[in-house]
């Protein structure tokens, strides 16, 4: 699976992709509100060989892509989609931009293609997305692209070795169209 935007292509990781993708995913900016970052490179490295093995068939499993921006084919992000374990039409998606490159539009195109993809070829009837209330970034995005908070959970999930509250922002699909 390959989407295209303006700026951007969404394209499986490659092994070379691991040194880029530590250095952001490590990055405390980006790693305040994840439950997954890498401690080394060698780690990185593992999570990208791990993705060759995943498909769409893959059940309750993450499919990563990279997020390339066209003109430097530099490795700006990645976004996941978790595959339901059941047959289910209804997904959970995350993204991380490296802090360079963020508050420039990037996710949102990303996004938009990527959800059109889950929506569309999938033919996914909800997406949702868990965030820590505290990420404000994040509750930005979502907002812009029309996701509605659904529910808030007190202390539910455990990061970075705290209880953290989480907030569930969900879609439909007759929503994005
Ligand atoms: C959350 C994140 C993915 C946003 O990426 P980004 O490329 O900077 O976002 P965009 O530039 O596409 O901005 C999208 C919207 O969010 C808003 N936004 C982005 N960063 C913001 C910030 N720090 N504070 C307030 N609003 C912000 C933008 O203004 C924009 O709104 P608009 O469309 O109404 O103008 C990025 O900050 C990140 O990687 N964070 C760390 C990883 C993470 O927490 N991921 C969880 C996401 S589910």
């Known amino acids: 699976m390959e989407l295209t935007t303006a700026r951007l292509c969404l394209v499986a990781l490659h092994e070379s992709d691991a040194e880029a993708l530590f250095a952001y995913r490590s990055d405390p900016v980006v790693a305040r509100y994840?439950?997954?970052?890498?401690a080394t490179c060698e780690e990185a490295l593992a999570f990208i060989r791990a993705q060759q093995q995943v498909s769409l068939d893959s059940r309750d499993s993450w499919?990563?892509?990279?997020?390339?921006?066209?003109?430097?084919?530099?490795?700006?992000?990645?976004?996941?989609?978790?595959?339901?374990a059941d047959s289910g039409d209804s997904?959970?998606?995350?993204?991380?931009?490296?802090?360079?490159?963020?508050?420039?539009?990037?996710?949102?195109e990303a996004l938009c293609a990527w959800l059109g993809w889950v929506?569309?070829?999938?033919?996914?009837?909800?997406?949702?997305?868990?965030?820590d209330p505290r990420n404000l970034a994040s509750v930005?995005?979502?907002?812009?692209?029309?996701?509605?908070?659904?529910?808030?959970?007190?202390?539910?999930?455990?990061?970075?070795?705290?209880?953290?509250?989480?907030?569930i922002y969900a879609l439909l699909a007759r929503e994005w169209r």
């Open 34 to 38: 994840q439950g997954w970052y890498p």
């Open 140 to 167: 930005a995005l979502l907002r812009s692209l029309g996701m509605r908070q659904e529910a808030y959970f007190r202390e539910s999930l455990r990061l970075h070795g705290e209880w953290v509250d989480e907030v």
């Open 91 to 108: 997904y959970e998606f995350g993204i991380s931009i490296a802090p360079a490159c963020q508050s420039q539009g990037y996710s949102r």
């Open 63 to 84: 499919l990563q892509r990279a997020i390339r921006r066209t003109t430097d084919d530099r490795l700006i992000g990645d976004v996941g989609l978790h595959i339901p």
């Open 119 to 131: 929506f569309g070829q999938l033919r996914a009837h909800r997406v949702h997305a868990s965030i």
